[in-house]
């Protein structure tokens, strides 16, 4: 199993920066993709949105809503994402949660595991 590990979320005020990291664990896995996507208040699992997400050879794609004020990276030695998030919205209220791709080294089949989710609140 791959474990996912999320921080850095909390209450911030509009115009405001925060920086949520998620840092993956497990034996026997390749990560490949990782991702962050958020469920916002009042929306159920499958309603998630794309927020950013990153290849393990840097590619990047960010929803169009948060273009120019996110910006996703990762430390593939560490197996870590980082999502640094500017100028927040109280439209960016939500749950985030990392997401990853991994690939067993055993099976070879790649599956899609998630984190716990972190709250990110913005509100004045």
């Known amino acids: 199993q791959v474990q996912l590990v999320e921080s850095g979320g909390g209450l911030v005020q509009p115009g405001g920066s925060l920086r949520l990291s998620c840092a993956a664990s497990g034996n026997g896995f390749r990560i490949n993709a990782m991702g962050w996507y958020r469920q916002a208040p009042g929306k159920q699992r499958e309603q998630r949105e794309l927020v950013a997400v990153i290849t393990n050879n840097g590619n990047t794609n960010y929803a169009n809503s948060v273009k120019g004020r996110f910006t996703i990276s990762r430390d593939n030695a560490k197996n870590t994402v980082y999502l640094q998030m500017n100028s927040l919205k109280p439209e960016d209220t939500a749950v985030y949660y990392c997401?990853?791709?991994?690939?067993?080294?055993?099976?070879?089949?790649?599956?899609?595991?998630w984190g716990q989710g972190t709250q990110v609140t913005v509100s004045s």
């Open positions: 997401s990853a791709r991994a690939l067993s080294s055993v099976t070879f089949y790649e599956n899609t595991y």
